[in-house]
């Protein structure tokens, strides 16, 4: 059973730093590509990272602030953001596609505010 779970999120201070992991289960995730999204209150789902074999790429919300990485041991994604502001508060997702079928973890809640 294909399954990703989310965890790491919290409450930071603007300008804190949090490390969001994404845990694979019933798949090799180092076989396929993973995505970090975000959903902020009220807005629609936007893609954050993603990396694919050792190559990554990031969108605007993360560029220069956030690193995404995987450790194949413990078939783990990993989203490290820094300089955290309020507008990055939202639920964040992995997501692969397998097999061609999509697949998300159930999110975790990052909220930035002093």
């Known amino acids: 059973q294909v399954q990703l779970v989310e965890s790491g999120g919290g409450l930071v201070q603007p300008g804190g730093s949090l490390r969001l992991s994404c845990a694979a289960s019933g798949f090799t995730l180092s076989d396929y590509g993973v995505d970090w999204y975000r959903q902020p209150p009220g807005k629609g789902r936007e893609l954050v990272a993603s990396?694919?074999?050792?190559?990554?790429t990031y969108h605007d919300p993360a560029k220069g602030r956030f690193t995404i990485s995987r450790d194949n041991a413990k078939n783990t994604v990993y989203l490290q953001m820094n300089s955290l502001q309020s507008e990055d508060t939202a639920v964040y997702y992995c997501h692969i596609i397998y097999w061609g079928a999509e697949y998300w973890g159930q999110g975790t809640q990052v909220t930035v505010s002093s």
């Open positions: 990396i694919s074999g050792d190559s990554s």
